[in-house]
């Protein structure tokens, strides 16, 4: 018998459904019980999203939609808008549903592009039409900007993605590099075939260790690594000792993930004590740190929603 091929996202929609069962029975239970003469919910109208350079190029973006309402739209987890807490990535030529009246669009392109903000009243089916400029050009620098800390699946699991879920995210983080810190047995030390001139995605994985921190691997060619599976805990291997170990392959490093998760230096047993990069005052001056992530939400008082961004070294990705 054929069957279809699953999106990641299909497990959640049988909630989906039994959720639009149960409102549609509280609703017809509301209405029997709302006075004679009262008003249904607002309208919704659809609003589409023309996203260009001002050269005209369209361009992928993340998107934040606040309806008349206050409530962010479309709904988390609707697939393959990748919508997730108030942001999405809108796919070419399609729609939201946002009730009638004042609607709060945001549009954003990464850090190298000024952000488009504005409010319109909408009172019909609307595209929106929407410029972006560009802010700086480092790739004119031979700098890139990359995400060396991506996950597509993470515990506790409010998300799926594919690889090419990934990419489009990137895409619309403007993104030339990104690794995606999945299965060891992943590291290949060559980009995903998924890769082009737009965006090269990299396979590597996460090291946590309790006592002295998480580090990820950029250009990790082999991911056996001596010792490394001992206890979460354990204070051996230390992240100097790691360093040295892959020290053997060509353009490997090691980057500090969130280096400053908690104040609380003596939590070792969960997070974010577990998650403190204790090791950062040694593996700076002993010349064994290659990066650190600057823009991390793991980063205690961080307000963003990208992951880990990190300044890449000249050249290309």
């Known amino acids: 018998m054929p069957t279809r091929s699953r999106s990641p996202w299909d497990w959640?929609?049988?909630f989906q459904r039994l959720g639009s069962a149960a409102v549609l029975g509280i609703g017809?239970?509301?209405a029997a019980c709302l006075a004679p003469g009262a008003r249904a919910g607002p309208a919704t109208v659809r609003l589409g999203l023309d996203i260009r350079?001002?050269?005209?190029?369209?361009l992928p973006a993340r998107v934040r939609v606040v309806g008349s309402d206050g409530r962010v739209y479309p709904p988390v987890m609707t697939y393959p808008m990748l919508s997730?807490?108030?942001?999405f990535y809108p796919v070419p030529d399609s729609t939201v549903a946002v009730p009638l009246g004042a609607t709060h669009v945001t549009v954003l392109h990464g850090f190298e592009w000024f952000p488009f903000d504005t409010t319109v009243i909408l009172d019909r089916d609307t595209t929106l039409q929407i410029l972006l400029t560009p802010l700086a050009s480092p790739a004119a620098d031979g700098w890139y900007s990359g995400d060396l800390h991506v996950h597509i699946a993470h515990d506790p699991i409010d998300y799926i993605l594919t690889t090419a879920d990934a990419r489009r995210e990137a895409l619309g983080e403007n993104l030339q590099v990104i690794q995606l810190l999945q299965d060891p047995a992943q590291v290949?030390?060559?980009p995903d075939p998924i890769s082009d001139?737009?965006?090269v995605v990299y396979y590597s994985f996460e090291l946590r260790n309790a006592t002295w921190g998480h580090v990820e691997f950029p250009a990790l060619q082999n991911a056996y690594i001596p010792d490394a599976t001992l206890p979460f805990a354990s204070c051996w291997p230390s992240m100097y000792n790691v360093r040295n170990a892959i020290s053997d392959q060509p353009g490997a490093m090691l980057v500090l993930a969130h280096p400053h998760t908690t104040d609380d230096y003596m939590n070792r047993s969960c997070w974010p004590g577990s998650g403190l990069g204790r090791e950062l005052p040694l593996l700076a001056p002993m010349g064994a740190l290659d990066a650190l992530e600057v823009v991390s939400y793991s980063n205690a008082g961080a307000r963003t929603g990208r992951t880990g961004t990190t300044c890449s070294r000249a050249g290309s990705p």
Do not use: K, V, W
């Not at 350079?53 to 369209?58: D, F, Q, R």
């Not at 997730?84 to 942001?87: G, L, P, Q, R």
């Open 12 to 14: 959640i929609r049988p």
């Open 28 to 30: 017809l239970l509301a």
């Open 53 to 58: 350079s001002i050269n005209g190029t369209p």
């Open 84 to 87: 997730y807490a108030d942001f």
């Open 188 to 190: 290949t030390g060559s």
């Open 197 to 199: 001139s737009s965006c």
